[in-house]
């Protein structure tokens, strides 16, 4: 498991990111598959974004950027965690960059 070291500068660099780095991980063709993601909530707050690379076979890759410690995590079909990448800079989870990305945080 890798952990690297990036600067996001919106919520699109961010699913872009994900999806590159879930594709490359897996030897998968990027665009070939479809791409999910919920905002996760703690306490009515939003803080992070669950995403899910569904693959074939029904296949299910996913990460997980968590806003307090600034990380994505990614994880393999099985569970087990493939990678980790600590964001220097990243876009904000607020209500204003949730409605610029098309996003609505679940309470």
């Known amino acids: 498991m890798s952990a690297d070291s990036l600067q996001i500068q919106n919520l699109n660099d961010l699913r872009n990111y994900v999806h590159y780095t879930l594709c490359e991980q897996n030897e998968l063709e990027r665009g ?4 999910t993601e919920r905002i996760l909530v703690r306490g009515k707050k939003a803080c992070g974004i669950y995403f899910c690379l569904h693959g ?3 296949v299910k890759l996913t990460a997980i950027w968590e806003t307090e ?11 087990e965690r493939t990678g980790k990448t600590q964001l220097e800079a990243a876009p904000r989870l607020e209500q204003d960059s949730l409605d610029e990305a098309g996003l609505t945080a679940l309470a």
């Open 56 to 58: 074939p076979r029904s």
């Open 69 to 79: 410690r600034n990380t994505i995590l990614f994880y393999a079909s099985s569970g």
């Open 32 to 35: 070939a598959f479809d791409i």
